[in-house]
């Protein structure tokens, strides 16, 4: 379905814009349909910018995306456009996703506005009703301005918008961290039954380990740019000594990851400061390997 090849970025860092080390750095990921692949990782690892990437909203300093065989980087612009209603995000702030002025029925509407061939001769109004009352929103709801609604009405309405179109990828970007715990188990559960019913592929981004247990199909997780293990029940037997780390009782999202001044060594294993298990071998960058049921990036492991 959705795969990355060697996907690398870039940006620009200091006064002379030099690019001084990599967001993302030399993954390979796939999905096939109907699966769903967490992703996990510390805030900074580059989890956005690798789902950006496969959706081609940023496009990789190097390497390549292919969506059902096809390699987006060698489409043209309108070949490319044509594609563009199979890829949908929804994303961590619902309230920057929406357009301020327009109500949100119209902002729902907008990929029927945008590729139109895909009503199929169906009304507007038709599926505005079926969307909203699939996400669980009242009429009357779409009808006000996002400043209006809740973070959890403003998250159903980005959804209805993303599977408006029964798209074939969705990237989900932390779509519940904003969202009080009492909303959170609403929202996912919603976005588990639209992914059952459409059948597409999901990346779902989040910190959350047991988030990441529960909607995973297989987990991957990332640290410093890379995939440094990714395979199924990897958080329930994890090799890599990061996976253990964030798996512990406090996880990442108790601030048991990586030091905020965390000192990378160039050349080296992102992982080698804080590893219990370093040696010399770790001071060369580990590629990430087949292990039985997994892959994965460590010296000590593979």
């Not at 594609?83 to 357009?99: C, E, G, T």
């Not at 929202?187 to 990441?212: N, P, S, V, Y």
């Not at 890379?226 to 780390?245: A, C, M, S, W, Y």
């Not at 050349?267 to 994965?296: N, W």
């Amino acid at each position: 379905m959705i795969e990355g090849r060697g996907l690398t970025k870039y940006f620009d860092a200091g006064f002379l814009g030099d690019p001084s080390a990599a967001a993302v750095d030399s993954v390979d990921i796939h999905i096939g349909p109907g699966e769903t692949l967490a992703l996990v990782g510390e805030s900074g690892c580059g989890k956005s910018t690798l789902g950006r990437m496969l959706l081609y909203l940023i496009h990789p300093t190097r390497g390549d995306v292919l969506f059902e065989g096809k390699n987006l980087a060698k489409m043209r612009g309108s070949e490319l456009r044509a594609l563009r209603w199979k890829f949908q995000i929804v994303s961590q702030h619902p309230d920057n996703a929406l357009n301020p002025r327009w109500t949100v029925a119209r902002s729902i509407l907008e990929p029927f506005r945008i590729h139109s061939k895909r009503l199929n001769g169906r009304g507007m109004n038709g599926e505005l009703e079926r969307l909203i009352d699939l996400v669980g929103l009242e009429p009357e709801q779409a009808a006000r301005y996002p400043h209006q609604l809740s973070g959890g009405e403003l998250q159903r309405a980005v959804i209805a918008r993303a599977i408006a179109l029964d798209p074939a990828f969705i990237v989900c970007d932390e779509p519940t961290s904003m969202l009080d715990v009492s909303i959170q188990a609403s929202i996912i559960r919603l976005l588990q039954e639209r992914q059952k019913a459409i059948g597409c592929a999901c990346l779902f981004i989040t910190h959350d380990i047991q988030l990441a247990r529960i909607l995973g199909d297989r987990v991957a997780v990332m640290l410093g740019g890379r995939i440094v293990e990714e395979g199924e029940k990897i958080l329930d037997h994890p090799l890599h000594p990061f996976t253990q780390r964030i798996v512990s009782p406090h996880g990442i999202s108790q601030g048991n990851g990586l030091p905020e001044d965390c000192k990378i060594i160039p050349g080296a294993c992102t992982y080698l400061p804080f590893c219990p298990r370093g040696t010399g071998r770790c001071h060369t960058l580990p590629e990430i390997q087949d292990y039985g049921d997994r892959r994965v990036s460590c010296h000590m492991v593979a």
